[in-house]
């Protein structure tokens, strides 16, 4: 899907594919608000009343650009998780080891269907911190699209947890379960708090 146009992407989405679905647009949208913090580097970078932070900007560009790529590969393997679990229903189920087996590799595959919208949202947290600094140090004129990362990212997490929710919902292991939701609890509470702490300080919405 990293290929597709944006059209494509919105088209297969509306379409009655289940895939993409809400992993793969949750990365999505991880990668917008990604991509307008660069774009905050990009048109701070070159001006001279920020010259003083040039190498700060340098220095936040090479972790963005690398943060983005990291993302982008989410939207691919959210499909592939899916695709794996699907693939797990469609074992055969006569004997009772076939049941067994189908079983096993049905919570085998949901386990990581969970495990990977759990780590999109784990790495969209490391853009808060550089989201401040760009609207500590950034071009202010464009400091609204910093504000709308921060949103962004937010959303994303949100909507990445919500795939972590409906995969734990089927499992069968309790200790998987309660591992999962100790992990929710705390990547949406940091999230939460720190997109309104951010939002609180912009004074935007005062």
Do not use: W
């Not at 999505?28 to 932070?53: D, P």
């Amino acid at each position: 899907m990293l290929d597709s146009s944006v059209k494509e992407f919105i088209d297969k989405t509306s379409s009655s594919s289940p895939t993409p679905g809400g992993g793969s647009v949750a990365a999505l949208v991880g990668c917008l608000a990604t991509s307008l913090s660069s774009m905050v580097v990009s048109l701070t970078k070159g001006k001279k009343k920020y010259l003083e932070v040039e190498p700060l900007m340098d220095e936040l560009k090479e972790k963005l650009d690398k943060i983005q790529l990291e993302i982008q590969e989410f939207i691919n393997k959210d499909i592939k998780a899916y695709n794996n679990v699907m693939a797990q229903y469609a074992l055969p189920k006569e004997s009772d080891f076939e049941k067994f087996m189908r079983s096993l590799n049905i919570e085998k595959a949901t386990v990581e269907a969970s495990r990977v919208p759990l780590e999109l949202a784990l790495k969209l947290l490391e853009l808060y911190p550089l989201v401040e600094t760009l609207l500590e140090k950034g071009n202010k004129n464009v400091y609204s699209d910093a504000l709308i990362s921060v949103i962004l990212c937010h959303s994303a997490i949100e909507s990445a947890l919500c795939n972590v929710v409906v995969n734990r919902n089927l499992l069968k292991g309790m200790e998987t379960k309660e591992i999962l939701d100790k992990h929710i609890k705390e990547i949406l509470s940091k999230s939460t708090e720190t997109k309104n702490r951010i939002l609180k300080s912009s004074n935007y919405f005062e």
